[in-house]
């Protein structure tokens, strides 16, 4: 198409000029937020769950700090439910970056009565009491999450260094102005913030970094044969938290995760993508969000993420 | 623009090394006007046209819209992702969402046009690279289009486009357009825009938005989706002033993830401006003492250079005392430290700023007590310049005299955004209660500047 187009110079930067790529940008911002925020703050914490935006939120911490070690420890909220091969990734990857790793379990809570079983089955919403209570006995102040404004509207609204009150609950209403690129995570005993450094990144951002910088995953991300069965729309797991009902039948698929929760409401999709470069293309072309695609809890309510959120979930 | 620099500057093999032509650039766009002008309706038109919807988000819009008894989807809802926003039907807080096309990537900050969430549009624009400004041509500039266009104006957003939105409204009429055009640009010339770029637009049916309008046959320009792609990406940083606040240092000593590390002496930030070269002599500032850069580290990858906005370490050839909060800059053109400064601030305080306050004041990476001197003048919307005022209130815009309790390398916002910008941050709760703008000014109508009572002689 022609057009008198408003702006004469060409928006394409030449050959030469500095201008960094979308990738470096993002990955700039990042580094800059996990700084600032081990450096403002005494007690940070990262929340590891294993999954692909966490690690590569750990990534981003090792590059921040090399060639000194990530200065602060990783929590992971083990519904009890999670796949296996993402637990032994999660030991994994602690051992090999040397990290401390602190798990709050929601398996406990449950065994000793604090927390009951939902009659759906699903323990994503359990995690959000052993999390607060983490965050009180080891007074943590900063808590990063990997979480992304593109996942979800709710998400999408959230600030990159968010306030959380004594109770740890988020104030959609009432947010921190953000300006520029100075954060302030500055608080009063007892509150804490929750620091989201790839906000800005997009799905396929986070695959496209995975395969530029070539980070290691947990194998279910990658195409798989797996006995599933097909409820609510997705392709579940069969396991020992997720069993077919009567109903259903199990089949053999090749699948692979784009999310990976708990298992017994995070679905696969139907995939061969067996690298990180057929995952970014394939991921470029999906007419679905991830979320939309695996998670059965997020569609429990139009605002269940929102809810979540506001009583202090990640 | 300098184009003789050559294609790769690092050094290491790094895998995706920068600077690759080819790949998109970003550009970060934020939507302002008043309430109801149509802001959200058009990002979501905006991301619904270029098919950047994912089918399940529009599912989940429709059957929204279906429940409320609309016809259509409506495509505000597509941002408006809050329970108490869906309910009242107008924008709380900014919702960030993402697209691209073959030249650009976009981060989209949509922001609400209510006057008590200004300080959500402040922190929507303040990281923007174009603004674009919705006016209702039925109604034309109203309090907070003139509050937004002088918001934008103050933080010296790149660029303004100006959509006249719901021409459907008015029969695509081009005398109502060229009316509330001129309207729209008699304001930002107060203001000091200069080039803003107006366009006929209805969010709602998509006229103007992605593809231009058949129904607009008197509109020769381009849609808005064309201007975007057109508009040219940030100036080259080889134009600006290397200067590097210094956020932490690293020293890994014994902690050293490979033995090699443990003398490893290194100052971590993001690069605020210009560019930094293995060679270059620094300064460190505010102590003034000068060293040459020997390394540059981007995790383990080695750099001969480093550009704004990268994050890095720096080496330096002396052990010179550098501490978190300390700015690392070109040795030949370096900022004068300085306790003393003169800003205009967007006030985001519930309550009002007067003088005598003590604040903290948070510049790069370096926060320090101050102390309100004066207030020198509020913004009067009307008039659009400054009047005498005794405290600043909520979502005032005025200009302060400031006392710093240390010195600080501010720069005049005009000539580095960076620089220039800093926050107002409450001690007591760690609110921040201003966005701050070193040496930008207002149109002075009466200067009368406002001494605090029964202490001219308070110094920090
Ligand atoms: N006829 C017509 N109606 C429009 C147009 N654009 C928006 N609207 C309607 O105007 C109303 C307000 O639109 P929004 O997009 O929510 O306005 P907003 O500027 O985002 O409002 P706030 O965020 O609350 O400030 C809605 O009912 C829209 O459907 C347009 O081009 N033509
Ligand atoms: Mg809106």
Redesign the interface.
Known sequence: ?T?????P?????????????????L???S??VI??I??ELERPVLLFSGGKDSVVMLHLA????????IPFPVLHVDTGHNFPEVLAYRDETVERL?LRLEVASVQDYIDDGRLRERADGTRNPLQTQPLLDAIAEHRFDGVFGGGR??E???R??E?IVSLRDEFGQWD??N????????F?P???PG?HVRVFPI??W?ELDVWRYIE???IPLAPLYYAHEREVFRRDGMWLAVGPYSQPRDDETVETRLVRYRTVGDMSCTGAVESSASTNAEIVLEVAA????ER??TRADDRIS??AM??RKKEGYF | ???????TTLTAAA??A????V?????RLATAGSVDDGKSTLVGRLLHDTKSV????IA?VER?SRDRGLTGADLAL??D????E?EQGIT???????FATA???F?LADCPGHVQYT??T??GS??ADVVVLLVDARKGVLEQTRRHLAVTALLRVPHVVVAVNKIDLVDFSQEVFDRVEAEVQAVARDLGVEDA?AIPVSALDGDNIAERSDRTPWY???SLL??L?????SE???HEAFRMPV??V???QG????PS?VD?RGY???VASG?VRVGDEVVALPSGRRTTVVGI????RTLEEA?A???V?LRLADEIDIS?GDVIAAAADAPAPTQDIEAVVCW?GDAPLRPGQRL?L????KTVQAFARTIDGVLDLDDLGAVPADSLSLNDIGRVTLRLAAPVPVEDYAVS??GG???L?DGH????VA?GMVGASLRTLDPAPTRPEGDEEWDI
């Open positions: 198409m057009s008198p187009a408003a702006y110079q060409s928006a394409t930067p030449a050959m030469g000029e500095r201008r960094l790529s979308q990738l470096d940008a990955e700039a911002e580094i800059l700084r600032e081990a450096a090792a590059k921040a700090f090399w060639p000194a070690p040397g404004r593109d979800e509207k709710a999408a609204k600030r959609p209403k947010q921190r102005p953000e300006l520029w690129n100075l302030n500055r608080h009063r509150e906000s800005n997009t530029r910088e070539d999906s007419t679905l969000t939309g695609a139009e605002a929102e809810d | 623009m300098a184009t003789t620099i050559t294609a895998p995706g920068t600077t690759a032509p790949q998109p650039t970003l550009l994912m089918s399940d988000q989940a929204v597509l941002t992702g809050l329970r108490a869906r709380i807080d900014v919702a960030y969402r993402y030249t650009r990537s981060v300080r959500n402040v922190t303040s990281t770029i020769a320009g381009p064309e201007l792609e057109s508009i040219p990406s080259d940083p080889a956020q932490l690293i020293r890994p902690a050293a993830l490979d590390h490893y971590a930030g993001q560019v580290d981007l995790g383990e550009f906005p990268q994050s370490t978190r985001l903290l948070k510049h790069g990476a955004r960076r910008a800093f926050l941050i709760d760690g609110r921040t966005a």
